[in-house]
């Protein structure tokens, strides 16, 4: 029998909480009902529109362990299956984390930017995988929940861990970080989002630098050379705990410096000069950004120690997540339409990169290239600018149609030219039946926009037009 993850003596230990019933071995933690596992500690959370409490019963009927509960609520659900009771749950997770992390003998990676920590958290869980056992965030469980969360399911035999730490306000990072306690924190970039709580950019730099605050003594910061940001967040790591600062990108001075990349439909062939020797590897997600990303993912992984030569032979398997790049390919031969799924967030440099990748995956014969654009959130005063100046880019990679929705495309659709108007609508809902009558054999299409705006359901509402044969 696998050894637990936590026992009813360690979780009382842990919270100093009290026990209502008998708790079993406990091999998972779960916040939610629909993804809990048996065996798991259901944590009652109280979110912002549903209270964790109103899913206690439903979690014992899924075979949970054990609920870790509110003090004030526990009297209510005594029957009902084996309680760990505390004065706040949040607190309870977050000492529960704590405690995962001071019994840990990992060595341990935290991720942060504007763009890419999602993809590059899971570019780490793979490579890292390979060589060793390695724990990772699920999704973007990243904010205040989501890192005591993942740090709570860490087993005590992980070699690696990695976390992936977001924000969109001053502050968060900090205290997150500060949780995580890794030996290698990484910086994809720093770009114009979150506006709307930040004065400018560089203001974003000092939040996502506040990773290094963090670091284990002696830590290394890996940070994109390339960004106008560069010198912010390299002092701010200079005056961390971190002992060693590794720069990557293209620019002359990067310790990991990209010196040659040939970019294909799925794949990428990179040359680097790592540290002053030159090294070649596939990578297996195409665009000239997250080749980049890729050199700051040799940084960490060499930090962290991991054999290199691994690393770089297992490139060829990061390939782009759900929502974040990944290639559906629909039908066969000349029927075939290619989505690049795209659907899960949005900003303006990453709008951007993924009409690079757009422009660089060929369409079927008669396809076109189509982009369907969400609203870009969280801008802020700058909102209608920013979403006018991605038209350039339209025309530089040579989007035949567009097609948008919600209020802030509303001033990109105006800037763009008649021809390549496809169709505008209010929200991804109206705009999804205009799309599907105006698809045809050949097109590629790629689809992006943030998470409000639910682009998402735009890329299942084509595979099911596809499954029905009305190609």
Partial sequence: ?????????????????????????????????????????????????????????????????????????????????????????????????????????????????????????????????????????????????????????????????????????????????????????????????????????????????????????????????????????????????????????????????LLDILLSPDASDVTVDFFGSRKTYRLGSPGRHLAINSLGILGVTDALGADLDSVLSSMKEVTPPSGRGARVMLGEGDDQICILDESYNANPAAVKAALAVLASTPTGKNGRRIAVLGDMRELGEQSAQLHAGLAPDLSTHHVDLLFACGPFMASLWSEVSPSMRGAYAPDSAALEPLLLEALRPGDTIMIKGSLGSRMGPLVTALRHHFAKGNL
């Fill in 1 to 257: 029998m696998s050894v637990p993850l936590w026992t009813e003596a360690s979780l009382q230990a842990t919270t100093n909480g009290n026990i209502h019933g008998t708790i079993g071995a406990v091999t998972g933690v779960s916040i939610d009902t629909r993804t809990l596992n048996p065996g798991d500690l259901f944590v009652a959370l109280e979110g912002e529109s549903r209270d964790g409490h109103e899913f206690i019963r439903l979690a014992f009927e899924k075979g949970a362990s054990a609920a870790l509960v509110s003090d004030q609520r526990a009297a209510e659900f005594g029957d009902a299956g084996a309680l760990l009771a505390v004065p706040d749950v949040l607190d309870g997770l977050r000492q529960i984390g704590n405690a995962a992390r001071s019994r840990s003998h990992a060595r341990i990676a935290a991720v942060t930017g504007s763009v890419g920590k999602t993809g590059t958290k899971e570019a780490l869980k793979t490579l890292l995988s390979v060589q060793a056992e390695t724990h990772a965030s699920v999704a973007s469980y990243n904010n205040h929940f989501g890192v005591p969360l993942t740090l709570a399911r860490m087993a005590e035999s992980a070699h690696y861990g990695v976390f992936e730490i977001g924000m969109n306000h001053a502050g968060e990072i900090e205290p997150l970080t500060k949780m995580v306690k890794p030996h290698v924190a990484l910086i994809t970039t720093v770009e114009a989002v979150h506006l709307e709580f930040f004065p400018n950019v560089e203001a974003i730099a000092d939040a996502k630098s506040e990773i290094f605050s963090g670091l284990m003594p002696g830590g290394v910061a890996v940070i994109n050379r390339d960004n106008p940001h560069y010198e912010r967040m390299r002092l701010a790591a200079k005056a961390s705990p971190a002992e060693r600062i590794v720069s990557f990108g293209s620019h002359a001075e990067a310790d990991i410096r």
